[in-house]
């Protein structure tokens, strides 16, 4: 942990001067340090303690790139190749695709960091308040102090829940805990976790009104949730030692019937995650956007815009790095993957051809949007785009050339001879001439085969308004990313049901087809989904799609995975499976190791000492 400093209140101590008043005399005090005393003079000033853990936390999971790419990458729906001479950074990225996890690559310290530092500074920003306001002197009642301990319990548990997630067992630290530890077992690590939720689940306040603004304040049933994570994944993250289906369902039914508060699904999927979208009924936990363009998960937009996508919203000022993808669908002559090819990933095939969210994004102004991908040829298809200038150009192989955005990775124009390609996805000649695509079927389609229009890119969270609304500050991001939703514990709950636990209610097969069919049916025109899920075709691989088509690049896919059996097992584009289940837990970074002496290596990775 860390030394016994204000790590709390770090911010502040760049200021080497605080004023503090005294009746009409504003001649300020001067102070050669910022400590306790001089710090917490006001309500506010706790408030800026306690909400200290919560900024490193929103950093680590809405807006840092390596948490994304741990949860996303190295699975069957996102991708990040290499693109010409862009983005090979060491094979870093085919070496996740691939399962090929080494200890010296700091994404795995960023990671192990991440949770660590939230632990860390959440038990230092609780020791303060508890220990060093005076609450007469702030204005400040003993149940205020009593609810951000509970809250701040909570972001521990969720915090401790990645790292058993992505590490399996934890160094467990407590409040006043200054030694270093080692690792405890992934039960512990489990059981603490659990006995956090459990003793301070009841002493946080449910959400009352249905439709309230949520403010990225912890409501009981974002509690209830972590609970039935914790518990749905439970064989996976002790290695079979526990397993709590049935604990899950009971807790998911509760969430639904509203023991924990007032939730309902959305209407429509938009409302989820666009402007305004802190009153969705269906949002339990949510971070709100600090309204400008470098918002919530800033990083990891650009990383899916093509490097010319803000030509595409008009203008924009938003970054792009044209990176992240989604795992192809398609041959490099056209013909589609099969499932006799692999049963996951193929993402766009998941989505059937009706549904709504399979659309070319168009920002239709006022906070209105259609469609989640990027798609296709770039030129906008907004009716603010009168004059058709509203157009990504190529920066690379198709440079003064629109550009076409590919659900297929091969590197057409340098080996296959494509100067271009046409309105609706023919591959063109230096002439101009429509090609043959079938001569490309020796084109190599692998993660070092990309070019800069390989793979379609999703725009879900934070959608981009255009050049005509992106002057006003209100409009660049204002949309809070969801972090936990009501559809996800009805999917829960549903697999639950088919794994054969009953819960409360007697749960079946054709109950939980009929929990994901209420979702289904919100992306259809009226209803009208063209392939429900049955007990005919409800089995382990069409839970995972149901998963990844509704979940897409929402920081779940490894963890669905894992649960399943299927990580390490699997077979998916330019992914052959290791039937290595030591490789469903990452390294203990080496550098956490060089830290911490007492840190033994997971089973299968080496020791670095």
């Known amino acids: ?69 741990l949860m996303e990458l190295g699975t069957d729906e996102i991708c990040l190749p290499t693109r010409g001479s862009d983005w090979y950074n060491g094979g870093r990225f085919q070496k996740i695709h691939k399962h090929v996890f080494q200890g010296n690559e700091d994404i795995y310290y960023k990671g192990f960091y991440g949770v660590g530092m939230g632990v860390a500074m959440a038990w230092e920003a609780l020791t303060d308040i508890q220990t060093r306001v005076d609450l007469e ?72 009104t249905l439709g309230a603004a949520e403010t990225s304040y912890i409501h009981q049933a974002w509690a209830a949730v972590q609970l039935a994570q914790l518990y749905f994944n ?8 526990k397993s709590m289906f049935e604990e899950c369902a009971k807790i998911c039914e509760d969430i639904i019937d ?28 949510g971070i709100t956007s600090d309204a400008t363009y470098t918002g919530t998960d800033s990083g990891l937009f650009a990383r899916w815009l093509h490097y010319n996508t803000n030509k595409y919203l008009g203008g924009t000022a938003y970054g792009k790095n044209n990176g992240y993808g989604i795992t192809p669908s ?66 690379r192989e198709y440079k003064k050339k629109v550009v076409y955005l590919n659900d ?13 390609w046409s309105s609706d996805g023919k591959p063109l000649d230096k002439k101009g001439k429509e090609m043959d695509r079938s001569q490309f079927s020796a084109l190599e389609s692998t993660m070092n085969d990309a ?41 829960m709950l549903a697999e639950c049901y088919l794994r054969g636990a009953k819960g ?16 289904r049916r919100r992306n259809f025109e009226n209803g009208a989904d063209p392939n429900p899920v049955t007990t005919d075709n409800l089995d382990k691989y069409r839970m995972l799609d149901e998963w990844m088509v509704e979940f897409l690049g929402e920081q779940r896919r490894r963890t669905d995975l894992i649960r399943w059996g299927a990580y390490v097992t699997e077979k998916w584009w330019d992914h052959e499976p290791s039937n290595n289940e030591n490789w469903n837990r990452f390294p203990i970074p080496d550098k956490s190791v060089a830290g911490n002496n007492l840190l033994e290596p997971n089973p299968g990775y080496p020791d670095p000492r």
């Open 408 to 420: 297929c990775v091969a590197r057409f124009a340098t080996k296959g001879g494509v100067a271009e």
């Open 258 to 285: 509203g023991k924990y508060g007032a939730y309902e699904l959305a209407k429509d999927w938009r409302d989820i995650f666009k402007y305004g979208n802190e009153t969705c009924p269906e949002i339990i936990y």
């Open 137 to 208: 002197r702030v204005g400040m009642t003993q149940e205020e102090i009593d609810l951000m301990t509970a809250q701040l319990n909570i972001l521990v548990a969720n915090l401790y829940k990645d790292g058993l997630d992505l590490f399996g067992g934890m160094p467990l630290y407590v409040q006043g805990d200054r030694e270093l530890k080692a690792r405890s077992t992934d039960v512990e690590t489990f059981d603490f976790i659990e006995r956090l939720i459990k003793d301070n689940i009841d002493k946080i306040p449910a959400k009352t």
């Open 330 to 395: 398609f041959r490099p002559d056209g013909t589609p993957y099969t499932a006799q090819d692999f049963k996951l990933g193929r993402v766009m095939q998941k989505f059937e051809d009706t549904d709504l969210r399979k659309q070319p994004y168009c920002y239709e102004g006022k906070g209105e949007y259609t469609g989640m991908f990027l798609m296709g040829y770039q030129r906008n298809p907004s009716s603010h785009n009168a004059d058709g200038s509203w157009q990504s150009m190529g920066n």
């Open 504 to 519: 409360n209610k007697g749960g079946t097969v054709a109950k939980a087809a009929e929990l994901i069919n209420q979702v």
């Open 234 to 241: 439970a064989e996976a993250y002790t290695k079979g030692k």
């Open 1 to 69: 942990m860390k030394n016994r400093i204000i790590k709390s209140l770090q911010p502040f101590l760049l200021a080497a001067i605080v004023g503090v008043g005294t009746g009409c005399n504003t001649d300020p005090e001067y102070y050669s340090e910022v400590v306790p005393e001089t710090f917490f003079t006001s309500s506010q000033a706790v408030y800026q303690c306690y909400c200290r853990p919560f900024t490193h936390w929103k950093w680590f999971v809405a807006t840092d790139t390596n948490r994304f790419e």
């Open 451 to 491: 070019e800069e229009s390989s793979c379609y890119r999703l725009l879900k969270r934070c959608p981009p308004v255009d050049k005509l609304e992106y002057d006003d500050l209100r409009m660049r991001f204002p949309a809070m990313t969801p972090i936990s939703r009501l559809t996800e514990v009805y999917y």
